[in-house]
C-alpha cells in the first residue's frame, strides 16, 4: 500500500504562488511516475501535470504550461507542483496520484492507481 498526503494549499491572490507538496509513505514511488490533477466543483478532474520516475520527463496541461513546474525528489519520497501566476481559473482541489504503468497516458486519471486525499487551492480576485 502507498498512502500519499498533499500539502500546501491554501488561499492566495491572482497572480500569487503556491508549492504543493506530495508526501509518500508506506511504499517507495521511486520507481513510479507521478501526476496531479484538480478537481473544481462540479466538474470532472483534470490532468495538470506528470513527471517520469526519474524526473526527466515532464508533461503538462496547456492551461497551465509555462505558470506550473512539477518536479520529485526521491530521496524524500515528494513529489512537487510549483504554480506561480495563480489564476480564478485554477481554484480547485488538487490531488496527487501514482501511475500504475508508464506506457500509460499520463492525462487518463484512470491510468493512475493511488490517490492522495487532495488540498484545496483557492485563487481570490
Known amino acids: 500500500q502507498v498512502q500519499l498526503v498533499e500539502s500546501g494549499g491554501g488561499l492566495v491572490q491572482a497572480g500569487g504562488s503556491l508549492r504543493l507538496s506530495c508526501a509518500a509513505s508506506g511504499r517507495t514511488i521511486t520507481n513510479y511516475a507521478m501526476g496531479w490533477f484538480r478537481q473544481a466543483p462540479g466538474k470532472e478532474r483534470d490532468f495538470v501535470a506528470a513527471?517520469?520516475?526519474?524526473?526527466?520527463?515532464?508533461s503538462y496541461a496547456d492551461s497551465v504550461k509555462g505558470r506550473f513546474t512539477i518536479s520529485r525528489d526521491s530521496a524524500k519520497n515528494t513529489v512537487y507542483l510549483q504554480m506561480n501566476n495563480l489564476q480564478l481559473e485554477d481554484t480547485a482541489v488538487y490531488y496527487c496520484a501514482r501511475r500504475a504503468s508508464i506506457v500509460a497516458n499520463p492525462a487518463n486519471p484512470g491510468n493512475y492507481d493511488y490517490w492522495g486525499q487532495g488540498t484545496q487551492v483557492t485563487v481570490s480576485s
Open positions: 513527471i517520469s520516475w526519474s524526473g526527466g520527463s515532464t
